[in-house]
C-alpha cells in the first residue's frame, strides 16, 4: 500500500525567507503528484500537478519537483509572505488516490 | 467551466440525529465522486468513491453511507451521528485530459457532533 509523508509536519519562517517542503512516497508505480493548499477550516485548492513523466512546474513563486525513483518530491516556495501560511498537503495518484498528512506552514511578518 | 459545491459549510448536530451532506459537480458528466474525511490533526481519509450512478464503493467501515442519486450528485448520510463523525468533510471529482489526471475538492463541511 502506497505510504505518503510529509517532513516536516510543521514550520515556521520569517517572511522572505525561502523555504521547501519534502513530500515522500512509498511506491514509485504513479501518475501523477499534486500539491495542494488547505487554509483553516476551508477546502483544498491544488497548487501544481506534476505528472510522472515530468520533473518540476512551476507557478509563480512556487516550483514543484518529482523525482519518481527516488519517491521524493520538494515544493520550493521563494520569498515567502504571511499569506503562504497554511497547510500544505501532497498527494500522489497511482490506483488510488494518497495524500500525506501535510506540512502546516507559518510564515511570521 | 467545471464547479464543485458542497454545503453545508458548517454543522453542528447531536449525537442521534441524522446526517445528510450534499455536494453536485457542474460543467462536466459523469464524473468520478469522492468523500473525504479530516479528523482533527489527522490526514485525509477517503471514505466512499462513486464512479456512476448507484456505483458506490466505501473504503471504511463505519456509520456513514453514501449515495448517487443523480449523476452529478454525491450525498453523505447516517442515520445516527456518532462522536466520532466529527470531522471536516470534503467532496471532490476526479478529471482527466489526454495527458493529465487530477483531483478538483470542495470548500468543505465542518461537522461538529455534540
Known amino acids: 500500500k502506497q505510504e505518503v509523508t510529509q517532513i516536516p509536519a510543521a514550520l515556521s519562517v520569517p517572511e522572505g525567507e525561502n523555504l521547501v517542503l519534502n513530500c515522500s512516497f512509498t511506491?514509485?508505480?504513479?501518475?501523477?503528484l499534486q500539491w495542494f493548499r488547505q487554509d483553516p477550516g476551508k477546502g483544498l485548492t491544488s497548487l501544481l500537478l506534476i505528472q510522472s513523466s515530468q520533473r518540476e512546474q512551476t507557478s509563480g513563486r512556487l516550483n514543484a519537483s518529482l523525482d519518481k525513483s527516488s519517491g521524493r518530491s520538494t515544493l520550493y516556495i521563494a520569498a515567502s509572505q504571511p499569506g503562504d501560511s497554511a497547510t500544505y498537503l501532497c498527494a500522489v495518484t497511482g490506483n488510488q488516490f494518497y495524500f500525506g498528512t501535510g506540512t502546516s506552514l507559518t510564515v511570521i511578518p | 467551466s467545471q464547479t464543485i459545491h458542497q454545503w453545508p459549510a458548517t454543522l453542528v448536530q447531536p449525537v442521534g440525529s441524522p446526517l445528510s451532506l450534499e455536494c453536485t459537480v457542474e460543467?462536466?458528466?459523469?464524473?468520478?465522486l469522492y468523500w473525504y474525511r479530516q479528523a482533527a490533526g489527522r490526514g485525509l481519509q477517503l471514505l466512499f468513491y462513486s464512479i456512476g450512478i448507484d456505483q458506490i464503493s466505501s473504503e471504511v467501515p463505519q456509520n456513514l453511507s453514501a449515495s448517487r442519486p443523480q449523476d452529478r450528485q454525491f450525498i453523505l448520510s447516517s442515520k445516527k451521528l456518532l462522536l466520532s463523525d466529527s470531522g471536516f468533510y470534503l467532496c471532490?471529482?476526479?478529471?482527466?485530459?489526454?495527458?493529465?489526471?487530477?483531483?478538483?475538492f470542495g470548500s468543505g463541511t465542518r461537522l461538529t457532533v455534540v
Open positions: 460543467g462536466t458528466s459523469n464524473p468520478n
Open positions: 471532490a471529482w476526479s478529471w482527466k485530459t489526454v495527458s493529465n489526471y487530477g483531483y478538483t
Open positions: 511506491d514509485s508505480a504513479i501518475y501523477n
